[in-house]
């Protein structure tokens, strides 16, 4: 017998919203329920679904919708960090699912923390661990026993070594690549098409092949 797929809300109704849609859609575990979006008027459609209202409209919806489960698509990681922490602080029951798309690859031993998204093409090798609402996007490559922290993100196409350790809420952009074994701080951002050869402190930006860190950065400076 077939399991009964579970209603979720996904929270944004941009680009990142997109994607995401697509995910759940894919592993045909879920029925979306509808967008919540504070900047989006009601019935504003992406992808063939409603926003239904904003996240302050979510104890009710959660009632006539029958679910307490969804997912933030928001693409800034200090941004995503913030609505979850609403999220939490005005409707604590909501639980987060974590969307895996099926071309995507998941070693052995691997874990996944709550509302994490892993995009199409993506691998995640053994050993490895990413946090909780961290983006592991397209075709992005996470190897043997590293660690993602909570809201950091792998741009596209981004790789890393084994045994790489990177910080909370840090960015590693799209097609940069991290050698084995290195270290990088929290809230640092690694530059598009970086060769990262050495540790990069917290609170840094760094580019370039090698690269090097070009300034510093404050939590929540936008990156996108």
Same mark, same amino acid.
């Given at each position: 017998?077939?399991?009964?797929? $579970? ?17 759940? =859609?894919?592993?045909?575990? *879920? ?16 992808? +063939?679904? =409603? %926003? ?11 009632? =006539?919708? =029958? ?8 693409? !800034?990681? %200090? &941004? ?14 909501? #639980? ?8 995507? $690859? ?7 923390? !709550?509302?994490? %998204? ?26 043997? !026993? ?14 890393? #070594? ?11 952009? $799209? ?9 990088? +701080? ?36 936008? *990156? &996108?």
């Amino acid at each position: 017998m077939c399991a009964e797929k $579970q209603r979720v809300f996904v929270v944004g109704a941009s680009g990142q919203a997109r994607v995401v849609i697509d995910i759940l =859609e894919k592993q045909n575990r *879920y029925v979306i329920a509808g967008l919540l979006d504070s900047f989006k008027p009601v019935h504003t459609r992406l992808c +063939g679904y =409603e %926003v239904k209202g904003s996240e302050n409209d979510l104890p009710s919806l959660t009632k =006539e919708y =029958e679910t307490a489960l969804g997912v933030v698509a928001i693409g !800034d990681n %200090v &941004l995503r960090s913030e609505v979850v922490r609403r999220l939490r602080k005005s409707f604590p029951a909501f #639980g987060f699912v974590t969307p895996i798309h099926p071309s995507a $690859q998941i070693g052995r031993d691997v874990m996944l923390g !709550d509302g994490t %998204v892993v995009m199409a093409g993506a691998i995640i090798n053994p050993g490895a661990v990413i946090g909780a609402h961290c983006i592991v996007n397209t075709n992005a490559s996470v190897d043997h !026993d590293s660690w993602l922290g909570d809201y950091g993100s792998m741009g596209p196409g981004a790789t890393t #070594g084994g045994n790489v350790r990177i910080g909370e809420f840090t960015a590693v952009a $799209q097609r940069a690549s991290i050698i084995h074994g290195l270290c990088i +701080g929290e809230h640092a951002v690694i530059g598009a098409g970086a060769t990262v050869l050495t540790d990069i402190p917290s609170f840094v930006v760094a580019h370039g092949t090698p690269a090097r860190v070009s300034r510093k950065r404050t939590a929540g400076e936008a *990156y &996108l």
